[in-house]
């Protein structure tokens, strides 16, 4: 027995030594660096190691930087709320709306498209809509709604969200449908034979049973919007920041000791994040 | 049947708007590529013309964009194989617990969860501080896996999670060997989400930006060559190009999809004939 039990181990490990190296060298060992690097140096050329706390002291010192989190923390909820409403109701529409499965699976596979497709080509997709003269401001005008093409709608916080709901509500559909699949029909008609109505049912029934389809689409939701760099600066037209530029700045300056001590702060905040939403699911279990 | 509510037509209404909400920017941008000569960003279309497309293989000022593409059709292919091998091994040895097992899984989270922009940040300072060259091909491909594995795991742990194990059981009562269980039981009846894995590795290699930037070194991938051209490119002849790339993603998803469905079948012929003996 113990022998098997051995064996077993081994087994495992051997199984997952790829997995591991790879997590090992692009992983972890790349957060060790930034740690180390945060600590370190940089002139306008180059980075001279050191043990100093400097950039953290600047970082923590500086106004910009906690500017700069609330802007990261106000586009992840604002995302999350649209998100989580239009993935639900489009998970919900398809789970228990559509009847056929071959339906089911069509429409499924149509809102999945996209996300295999380029995000940057995504976002600029945007441009004949939201510009000066885009589609959006010439029916405004057609329709009376306004006199002057609206200026805030290309390179502006609202294009911002505008290209974060369309870019990453998916990621709320996949999951809520998942776990709506599964949710056995016997017990809507239980709860409809105990004379519920539709909203009761909703309620009581599938918004709880689908809890952790929504922690698992609010944990990716979150994590790509706080992570965000290209979004932002490519839909506010460099107006905004949150603390993905923050670090791309840096970067491009050279000043990578700077980005590093960034980076790193955004890691705890973000794992922070993840480690309360993970309290609410075990995501092993729900997939 | 008994008669669709009217919450039906209602919520008919909003996926629809939601499909629309979807797809019509990425048409309207196919639609203005076809833009005429003169025309601009914008409607209204200045004739219709395949002018961007040839300005597209002619012109060679905005960058090497056909090295890009071949560039990143070879580091998608890799990543695709490495994921689906990689994913499949793991999922199949988290099937069981061993010693560590835990630490692993929370790094695969980890690796999910991370904003992209500390792989390449990392990945770039770890190559560049230890005298290694930058290039796509081995801190790019990495930094790719990073992101691609982790959605290899968990689908094959869904995948194993639904796995009905009386199959393996008896295949052993049968006398199998563990290889020859895997490999004439296991394999075949997971086949058809190995092509899911598949696709999601080649796909979000394909498009993926954030984790190359700075692991890609002086050879671009598409996504980056495309960037690069967004700040100084103002021609359709970038929509041109992203209708290029997105009939190709599109093309892709769709052999998947099609190779998906013939498993699919195969799997179903080829399925336990239960109840028909008679």
New interface residues.
């Given amino acids: 027995m113990q022998k098997l039990r051995e064996n077993n181990a081994l087994m495992g490990w051997l199984m997952v030594s790829p997995l591991a190296s790879v997590l090992l060298v692009f992983l972890v060992a790349p957060i060790i660096m930034i740690v180390i690097v945060s600590f370190w140096r940089a002139t306008e050329f180059s980075i001279i190691p050191a043990f100093v706390w400097e950039n953290y002291e600047f970082l923590f010192g500086s106004p910009v930087t906690y500017t700069v989190f609330l802007n990261t923390f106000k586009y992840a909820l604002i995302t999350w709320i649209f998100t989580v409403l239009i993935g639900f109701t489009v998970a919900y529409y398809l789970a228990f709306h559509v009847r056929s499965l071959t339906w089911q699976i069509a429409l499924f596979l149509l809102c999945t498209i996209p996300f295999w497709t380029s995000n940057i080509i995504r976002m600029i997709s945007w441009i004949p809509f939201l510009g000066r003269n885009g589609i959006a401001n010439s029916a405004l005008i057609s329709w009376g709604v306004i006199d002057e093409p609206v200026e805030w709608l290309l390179f502006s916080d609202f294009a911002v969200i505008l290209a974060f709901v369309h870019l990453y509500t998916l990621f709320m559909v996949v999951p809520i449908f998942n776990t709506m699949m599964r949710i056995d029909k016997s017990l809507i008609e239980a709860a409809r034979d105990a004379g519920a109505n539709g909203v009761q049912i909703l309620w009581n029934i599938i918004i709880p049973l689908t809890k952790p389809g929504i922690m698992i689409g609010t944990i990716f939701v979150v994590t790509l919007v706080m992570g965000d760099f290209i979004t932002v600066r490519f839909m506010s037209g460099s107006q905004s920041a949150n603390v993905g530029r923050l670090i791309s700045n840096d970067i491009a300056l050279l000043q990578y000791p700077s980005a590093s001590a960034t980076a790193i702060i955004l890691l705890i905040t973000v794992l922070m994040v993840i480690g309360i939403l993970l309290r609410f699911v075990n995501i092993r279990k729900e997939l | 049947?008994e008669p669709?509510?009217r919450?039906?037509y209602v919520?008919?209404a909003?996926?629809v708007l939601?499909?629309l909400?979807?797809?019509?920017?990425?048409i309207?941008?196919g639609i203005?590529s076809f833009q005429g000569e003169g025309g601009g960003?914008?409607?209204p279309m200045r004739g219709v013309s395949l002018y961007w497309f040839f300005d597209l293989f002619e012109q060679q000022a905005v960058g090497d964009i056909w090295g890009s593409f071949r560039r990143s059709l070879v580091l998608g292919l890799m990543v695709m194989v490495t994921t689906v091998?990689?994913?499949v091994?793991?999922g199949?040895?988290?099937r069981?617990k061993?010693?560590?097992?835990s630490i692993?899984?929370y790094?695969?989270?980890?690796?999910?969860?991370?904003?992209?922009?500390?792989?390449s940040?990392?990945?770039g300072?770890?190559f560049s501080?230890s005298g290694l060259d930058v290039h796509w091909s081995t801190s790019g491909f990495?930094?790719q896996?990073?992101w691609t594995?982790p959605f290899g795991?968990?689908i094959m742990?869904?995948v194993f999670?639904r796995f009905d194990k009386s199959y393996e059981e008896a295949a052993r009562d049968l006398g199998a060997t563990p290889w020859q269980t895997i490999r004439h039981v296991v394999l075949p009846i997971i086949a058809p989400s190995l092509i899911g894995v598949a696709?999601?590795g080649f796909?979000?290699s394909?498009?993926e930006?954030?984790r190359t930037l700075?692991t890609a070194g002086s050879y671009n991938t598409l996504?980056l060559e495309?960037?690069g051209m967004?700040t100084n490119v103002t021609s359709p002849v970038?929509?041109a190009l992203?209708t290029l790339?997105?009939l190709f993603?599109?093309l892709?998803?769709g052999v998947f999809?099609a190779l998906a469905l013939l498993a699919n079948r195969r799997r179903a012929r080829a399925g336990s004939d239960a109840g028909k003996g008679v």
């Fill in positions: 049947m669709r509510p919450s039906f919520l008919t909003f996926f939601f499909i909400f979807l797809y019509g920017p990425t309207t941008i203005l960003l914008t409607f091998v990689v994913s091994m793991g199949l040895a988290f069981k061993f010693p560590g097992s692993l899984f790094l695969i989270i980890t690796s999910l969860v991370i904003p992209s922009i500390l792989i940040l990392g990945v300072l770890l501080q990495g930094s896996l990073t594995l795991l968990l742990f869904a999670n696709l999601f796909t979000l394909y498009d930006f954030a700075l996504p495309i960037y967004t970038l929509y992203g790339t997105t993603s599109l892709i998803i999809l």
